[in-house]
């Protein structure tokens, strides 16, 4: 079992949709989560870094624990087409070592 | 956060021969590490760069494959050493400011080996 999984998709999603994307972990000691925006020829942008359980939002994104299902999410309000990119979930794990999902990637059609 | 920057940003190469890839930092950070991205899949970890030591190597990753050197606080290299078509790959430095802090990353090398 991979300790960070994530539905690869694509996800495509019409503008102005509420996009929600999803990933699970396998170990309830985790407790460091991230997510990552990846445009196309870029690296990892940093979106969001959560701790431990509960909602963090900043601007349209919101980012969620569950650490009763060892579920994370990330919530995108009125998508535009701009947030067409690869959205990577992220979590250290009990060796310090950052460990990534495999990656969403998302389209919002004009 | 800090800005990284990663040269070459793609390259071209031949079977057996070897690259650098270099990576800048615009301040001093702690923690520098490079990843590999294979096309469609995720990061994989392939060492933690240790300044003034040797670098860190996770399992199926080894000096000889892949060298590495961080001689200050601000720079690191990545040497993808005898080259096959397997090499083929993004390859990515990020810093991070401490055990459990987020990472953040340069915008890669893109490496094709004929």
């Known amino acids: 079992q991979k300790e960070v999984e994530q539905d690869p998709g694509p996800l495509s999603v019409p503008e102005g949709a509420i996009v929600s994307l999803n990933c699970t972990y396998s170990n309830s000691a985790f407790q460091y989560f991230m997510w990552y925006r990846q445009y196309s020829r870029k690296g990892p942008e940093l979106l969001m870094y959560t701790y431990s359980s509960g909602n963090k939002e900043d601007g349209r994104f919101t980012a969620q624990v569950d650490k009763s299902s060892k579920y994370i999410s990330l919530f995108i309000r009125d998508s535009q087409p701009s947030d067409s990119a690869t959205y990577l979930c992220a979590s250290y794990n009990q060796g310090g070592k950052l460990i990534f999902g495999q990656g969403t990637e998302l389209s919002v059609k004009p | 956060s800090a800005v990284i920057s990663q040269k070459p940003s793609r390259d071209i190469c031949q079977r057996g021969t070897s690259l650098t890839i270099q990576c800048q930092v615009d301040s001093q950070v702690t923690m520098m590490f490079w990843y590999r991205q294979q096309p469609g899949q995720s990061l994989t970890l392939i060492a933690t760069?240790?300044?003034?030591?040797?670098?860190?190597?996770e399992s199926g990753f080894v000096i000889d494959k892949f060298p590495i050197s961080r001689p200050n606080l601000t720079f690191s290299t990545l040497t993808v050493s005898n080259m096959s078509p397997e090499d083929s790959s993004i390859y990515l430095c990020s810093v991070g400011s401490g055990a459990d802090q987020p990472q953040h990353f340069g915008d890669g090398t893109r490496l094709s080996i004929l």
């Open positions: 760069a240790n300044q003034g030591s040797e670098a860190t190597y």
